[in-house]
């Protein structure tokens, strides 16, 4: 099969943009050797604004054509009635309804706890509390808030499988869950799914647990590889925690997936877990750790081995660099934001020399 691959690259705002263009430099032919066509939409709140989000719909149809796409942070204006996220819109132009956010020990940098092995957060993309119908009423002297929440069984299904696959492939456990015993309903569909998917993969390992307990527990199962299938905002508050007990959100990439009829990635949209920090903006200081990572991420699910292959380089280069001592500021160091790319850089260059000299790199 080709090695051809082309991402549509969605451009972003303030500190966000200036990471992606670093990743962008990691994944170019000149760097990885593959044919690789890059498609730009400029997502910018501006361009936004100026198309009236047409520029959004226009990004996810190219995704929907190519499979592929690269976004960097951008700006979600607070006032209603503006042009609101850009996520939103594009996980339901191209159906994406899980999203993977894995938490990685950075050698060389000292966690807050005593974790060292990989944890995976899969969770829903679409539905449960967000998008959920809220109205407030009074009754008897009081003020009352309600809302309306949904979730699907082809979602619930689609995450049940793809935590399984995941866990699979990665010789991880399969652990925690919803809180099924006080909504046996709602949540419990999700468990539902989850353990009719353990039964489709014996050889995979399965601890189910309730949401309450999986937090609790995350400590004590820190020397385990983990994935953890969560609803929606369940898992919006875990990837956060889960990431941050490895130090630093910057050894992660964010993927969003849409999914085909035999649950298998169809369209894959990667991002770094972090926004635009205009803090940083225009400093050279930001680290690109985490969309160099979602690059990367991106080559992983190309059918092509030799995509693959680069996609392991970038990630060990990545993390070697920093063992090498690139260190931006976040990390302790005063790396600066480039150099830091340069340093990854050198290093795929020469692992893909060195692979291709022992004929380990191959179509």
Same mark, same amino acid.
Not at 36 to 47: G, K, Q
Not at 230 to 259: P, T
Not at 337 to 363: C, H, M, N
């Given at each position: 099969?080709?090695?051809?691959?082309?991402? #549509?690259?969605?451009?972003?705002?303030?500190? /966000?943009? *200036?990471?992606?263009?670093?990743?962008?430099?990691?994944?170019?032919?000149?760097?990885?050797?593959?044919?690789? *066509?890059?498609?730009?939409?400029?997502?910018?709140? &501006?361009?936004?604004?100026?198309?009236?989000?047409?520029?959004?719909?226009?990004?996810?149809?190219?995704?929907? &054509?190519?499979?592929?796409?690269?976004?960097?942070?951008?700006?979600?204006?607070?006032?209603?009635?503006?042009?609101?996220?850009?996520? $939103?819109?594009?996980?339901?132009?191209?159906?994406?309804?899980?999203?993977?956010?894995?938490?990685?020990?950075?050698?060389?940098?000292?966690?807050?706890?005593?974790?060292?092995?990989?944890?995976?957060? #899969?969770?829903?993309?679409?539905?449960? $509390?967000? /998008?959920?119908?809220?109205?407030?009423?009074?009754?008897?002297?009081? &003020?009352?808030?309600?809302?309306?929440?949904?979730?699907?069984?082809?979602?619930?299904?689609?995450?049940?499988?793809?935590?399984?696959?995941?866990?699979?492939?990665?010789?991880?456990?399969?652990? /925690?869950?919803?809180?099924?015993?006080?909504?046996?309903?709602?949540?419990?569909?999700?468990?539902?799914?989850?353990?009719?998917?353990?039964?489709?993969?014996?050889?995979?390992?399965? *601890?189910?647990?309730?949401?309450?307990?999986?937090?609790?527990?995350?400590?004590?199962?820190?020397?385990?590889?983990?994935?953890?299938?969560?609803?929606?905002?369940?898992?919006?508050?875990?990837?956060?925690?889960?990431?941050?007990?490895?130090?630093?959100?910057?050894?992660?990439?964010?993927?969003?997936?849409?999914?085909?009829?035999?649950?298998?990635?169809?369209?894959?949209?990667?991002?770094?877990?972090?926004?635009?920090?205009?803090?940083?903006?225009?400093?050279?200081?930001?680290?690109?750790?985490?969309?160099?990572? $979602? /690059?990367?991420?991106?080559?992983?699910?190309?059918?092509?081995?030799?995509?693959?292959?680069?996609?392991?380089?970038?990630?060990?280069?990545?993390?070697?660099?920093?063992?090498?001592?690139?260190?931006?500021?976040?990390?302790?160091?005063?790396?600066?934001?480039?150099?830091?790319?340069?340093?990854?850089?050198?290093?795929?260059?020469?692992?893909?020399?060195?692979?291709?000299?022992?004929?380990?790199?191959?179509?």
């Amino acid at each position: 099969m080709s090695n051809h691959l082309t991402i #549509v690259v969605m451009e972003g705002d303030q500190t /966000g943009q *200036e990471l992606l263009e670093e990743a962008l430099r990691v994944l170019s032919p000149e760097v990885t050797g593959l044919p690789i *066509e890059f498609l730009r939409y400029d997502l910018s709140l &501006e361009n936004r604004r100026k198309t009236n989000n047409q520029v959004v719909f226009e990004a996810a149809r190219a995704m929907k &054509e190519h499979r592929y796409g690269l976004k960097a942070a951008t700006i979600t204006p607070e006032t209603s009635g503006d042009v609101g996220s850009p996520n $939103a819109i594009l996980r339901k132009e191209i159906n994406g309804t899980v999203i993977v956010r894995t938490g990685r020990r950075i050698p060389g940098i000292a966690p807050p706890v005593g974790v060292y092995s990989p944890i995976s957060v #899969v969770r829903m993309a679409v539905d449960d $509390a967000y /998008g959920a119908k809220e109205w407030r009423e009074s009754a008897d002297g009081d &003020e009352i808030a309600f809302r309306t929440e949904k979730i699907s069984r082809k979602v619930c299904r689609g995450v049940a499988e793809y935590a399984f696959q995941h866990a699979q492939r990665t010789n991880a456990k399969v652990f /925690g869950g919803p809180k099924f015993t006080v909504s046996p309903v709602y949540e419990g569909m999700l468990k539902e799914e989850l353990d009719a998917a353990a039964k489709r993969y014996p050889g995979v390992a399965y *601890e189910p647990q309730l949401i309450d307990a999986t937090y609790a527990l995350l400590l004590v199962k820190a020397g385990e590889a983990l994935v953890i299938p969560a609803l929606n905002r369940d898992g919006d508050c875990l990837s956060d925690l889960v990431l941050q007990m490895f130090g630093s959100i910057a050894g992660s990439e964010s993927i969003l997936l849409a999914l085909d009829e035999q649950w298998k990635p169809q369209v894959i949209m990667a991002e770094a877990p972090h926004g635009t920090a205009p803090s940083l903006f225009g400093k050279n200081v930001a680290n690109p750790m985490a969309m160099i990572l $979602a /690059g990367a991420s991106l080559l992983a699910y190309h059918d092509n081995r030799q995509a693959q292959a680069v996609s392991r380089a970038i990630y060990e280069a990545t993390l070697e660099a920093v063992v090498g001592g690139a260190r931006t500021a976040d990390l302790g160091g005063g790396t600066s934001t480039t150099d830091f790319t340069d340093a990854v850089i050198q290093r795929v260059k020469t692992k893909l020399e060195v692979w291709t000299t022992l004929g380990e790199l191959t179509e």
